[in-house]
């Protein structure tokens, strides 16, 4: 599948769930003096979970270009040493603004790897933040998830930053919602498939 055709794909799924599509915002953000560079497909609505903005949807789905050269996720030394470390890149997100949660979240999240990518349901692993118990529990019990193919992808914290230990060579994001706390894996693909949701 070409980036043009996930892209698309991923917009009208998330349209189709009453999320209003929102437009990249521009790589330097406006009105953010803590930013030098739209560094996550939530900045543009950083304001709006602060409360000091409301916006006419309460969902909202987009595909942020991003640049990361510093600060919490810096990791230009591996830039160029491997297929997922990258200073630019387009995050594509989905946002709800107090009108759903987890469960919600989950549910669209499986079903657009599932059903709208056709990803194989046995080859995909499931992560949660090691104190979500309430996301493992809609794994389990409303996704159907055997907590065998679950584990905390999260092994160590450096100066409060999550160190992720496992290799990926190709790596596909997607910020789901950002409460969500966890990942979804791909097994047996080259080098693995890491989603964010």
């Known amino acids: 599948m070409l980036t043009s055709e996930l892209r698309a794909k991923f917009l009208e799924y998330f349209s189709n769930n009453d999320h209003e599509v929102v437009e ?14 739209t560094n996550a497909g939530m900045v543009q609505f950083k304001d709006v979970f602060l409360g000091s903005d409301k916006r006419s949807y309460k969902r909202a789905t987009t595909t942020q ?3 990361r050269a510093g600060g919490k996720h810096n990791d230009l030394e591996n830039v160029g040493y491997t297929l997922r470390h990258h200073t630019f890149f387009e995050m594509l997100g989905n946002f709800s603004f107090g009108d759903y949660f987890k469960e919600e979240a989950i549910q669209l999240a499986w079903n657009f790897l599932t059903n709208e990518l056709n990803l194989e349901k046995e080859k995909l692993w499931i992560s949660v933040f090691r104190e979500d118990d309430e996301a493992a529990e809609i794994w389990s019990s409303k996704i159907g998830i055997d907590p065998e193919r679950s584990y905390d992808w999260m092994k160590k914290i450096i100066s409060g930053l999550w160190v992720i230990q ?3 060579d190709l790596v596909l994001k997607f910020t789901m919602i950002m409460a969500s706390n966890m990942k979804v894996h791909l097994q047996d693909h080259p080098g693995m498939m890491e989603i964010d949701l």
């Open 24 to 37: 990249s915002s521009p790589l330097i953000p406006a009105n953010d003096e803590t930013l030098l560079f």
């Open 65 to 67: 270009r991003c640049i």
């Open 166 to 168: 496992v290799p990926v």
